[in-house]
């Protein structure tokens, strides 16, 4: 058995998930984890049907249409985007691409900043919900579409990288896609953090759509490997806390709802705890510049 990422067979049996029965292994030279057997494809695009989207599968998407508070932390994430394109290129970005785009959320309100927005998106489904937003979707996987090469000035996976079955060739494809100087989003999980450590194969990101985990380790490792000149490296996230806070009280009530920013607030703080590559939380984001 060989690393899909680096070609290593350095790889040993790492987590077993205890809901959904299936096992993770790990490449202990790039700090990789992959699902072995991986799905067949048929059974991939299964996960991905209208009852995903809506949230009446067994392995379901929250979806975005039904989450209140969701723009406070899109534009967030957009502003921040925007401000470390003009820190590397000194001048104003022109367009974004969102891999894995779903309903076109992110991308509405990458519009409000003057950027014109594109998505890729396998599911026709949301595809369609997302055009009907003023969205240019390239609908199909993202290795099967075909993006215009060095187009993009920003480009977004978010919480998407887990779900390919081929993230080393995907992540080349969106880095050919970009312009000189272009900015690449990746948020997911870090699965050698201390918090998914401790849950073992109880923790939650173990989910029959997620293909590959993610170390920041690896990460850091992909991103350098398919040409980005620079990595930075965000924990929990690169923006505050404010947005996510908003986001619990408009979606929660009554005593739950305090609970819930208590612990949101928490876990924003931990998040940040780092020692070395150790992180006491295991949300993460990497951003490469090309």
Not at 73 to 95: A, C, H, M, Q, T
Not at 154 to 167: F, K, Q, R, S
């Amino acid at each position: 058995m060989k690393c899909s990422i680096c070609g290593s067979d350095n790889v040993k049996f790492f987590e077993r998930s205890e809901r959904y029965n299936f096992d993770v292994y790990m490449c202990f030279d790039c700090r990789v984890g992959f699902r072995y057997p991986m799905p067949s494809k048929e059974e991939v695009s299964n996960f991905y049907s209208k009852e995903y989207y809506t949230g009446n599968s067994y392995y379901s998407y929250l979806d975005e249409r039904r989450v209140k508070g969701s723009s406070f932390v899109w534009r967030e994430r957009i502003d921040k985007l925007i401000k470390i394109y003009e820190g590397f290129n000194k001048i104003k970005p022109s367009n974004i691409i969102d891999i894995g785009c779903s309903f076109g959320g992110l991308l509405l309100e990458a519009s409000k900043f003057g950027l014109k927005p594109y998505g890729v998106e396998i599911s026709s489904y949301s595809s369609y919900y997302a055009r009907r937003r003023g969205i240019e979707v390239f609908e199909g996987h993202l290795d099967d579409v075909d993006l215009p090469k060095g187009f993009f000035d920003i480009a977004t996976m978010v919480e998407v990288i887990e779900h390919l079955d081929n993230p080393l060739k995907s992540v080349k494809k969106v880095f050919e896609s970009l312009r000189e100087g272009g900015v690449f989003l990746v948020q997911t999980a870090n699965i050698l953090g201390l918090q998914s450590r401790f849950y073992g194969g109880r923790y939650h990101y173990y989910l029959p759509g997620h293909l590959h985990y993610f170390s920041n380790v690896g990460l850091r490792k992909l991103l350098k490997s398919v040409g980005f000149r620079e990595v930075l490296e965000f924990y929990p996230v690169e923006f505050g806390l404010l947005p996510k806070l908003i986001k619990v009280y408009l979606n929660a009530s009554g005593l739950d709802r305090y609970l819930k920013l208590v612990k949101t607030g928490m876990y924003h703080v931990l998040g940040k705890v780092k020692v070395g590559n150790l992180t006491l939380m295991s949300s993460m984001v990497v951003v490469g510049i090309k």
